[in-house]
T-cell receptor, first 107, second 114 residues
Framework: KNEVEQSPQNLTAQEGEFITINCSYSVGISALHWLQQHPGGGIVSLFMLSSGKKKHGRLIATINIQEKHSSLHITASHPRDSAVYICAVVPGNQFYFGTGTSLTVIP | DAGITQSPRHKVTETGTPVTLRCHQTENHRYMYWYRQDPGHGLRLIHYSYGVKDTDKGEVSDGYSVSRSKTEDFLLTLESATSSQTSVYFC?????????????FGQGTRLTVV
């Protein structure tokens, strides 16, 4: 049983489309992180959230603590956004990771 | 980019041999972590360190040991490698516990046990 569920598992979009990736979790958390894993394997941190909403460039992350749900939105998607997006929750002081959403943006 | 380097990046080894993976950081961060990434699973914590000589087990620690004798280096050892330990291993660092700070990840080490 995974405490963190992401949907969809795979997503293909046309360049310019608005994209939403969802993360649901079943435990109480202190924080939630969104990570991006590039095709070459490297992982970078995109956002850390404990409430509300954060925006960085074309990326927006929201969290609803009561509903145990977070979304990552990408506006005006571009082929360089193609990557695996990983949701990670922090119930105590360690990460629990989702299995990731693989995004492909077609030109 | 955070200064975090994993070595080797790729390794093929035989069942039963010992293997050591190294994580080196130049950020002076207190916390260091070893994860493994397998298809169908999220990243899973093997061991972590909260200071020099201070380490603790994660959820998949069986068959692995770690050492941290210096702030900058965190070593992961497979005493006797098994095929089930074929995986991609990631090191991560953080300045504080990840409940209130971001983590930085290495590029990963692809280990194949034959």
């Amino acid at each position: 049983k995974n405490e963190v569920e992401q949907s969809p598992q795979n997503l293909t979009a046309q360049e310019g489309e608005f994209i939403t990736i969802n993360c649901s979790y079943s435990v109480g958390i202190s924080a939630l992180h969104w990570l991006q894993q590039h095709p070459g394997g490297g992982i970078v941190s995109l956002f850390m959230l404990s409430s509300g909403k954060k925006k960085h460039g074309r990326l927006i992350a929201t969290i609803n603590i009561q509903e145990k749900h977070s979304s990552l939105h990408i506006t005006a998607s571009h082929p360089r956004d193609s990557a695996v997006y990983i949701c990670a929750v922090v119930p105590g002081n360690q990460f629990y990771f989702g299995t990731g959403t693989s995004l492909t943006v077609i030109p | 980019d955070a200064g975090i380097t994993q070595s080797p990046r790729h390794k093929v080894t035989e069942t039963g041999t010992p293997v050591t993976l190294r994580c080196h950081q130049t950020e002076n961060h207190r916390y260091m972590y070893w994860y493994r990434q397998d298809p169908g699973h999220g990243l899973r914590l093997i061991h972590y360190s909260y200071g020099v000589k201070d380490t603790d087990k994660g959820e998949v620690s069986d068959g692995y040991s770690v050492s941290r004798s210096k702030t900058e280096d965190f070593l992961l050892t497979l005493e006797s490698a098994t095929s089930s330990q074929t995986s991609v291993y990631f090191c991560a660092i953080s300045e504080r516990p990840v409940l209130n700070t971001e983590a930085f990840f290495g590029q990963g080490t692809r280990l194949t046990v034959v």
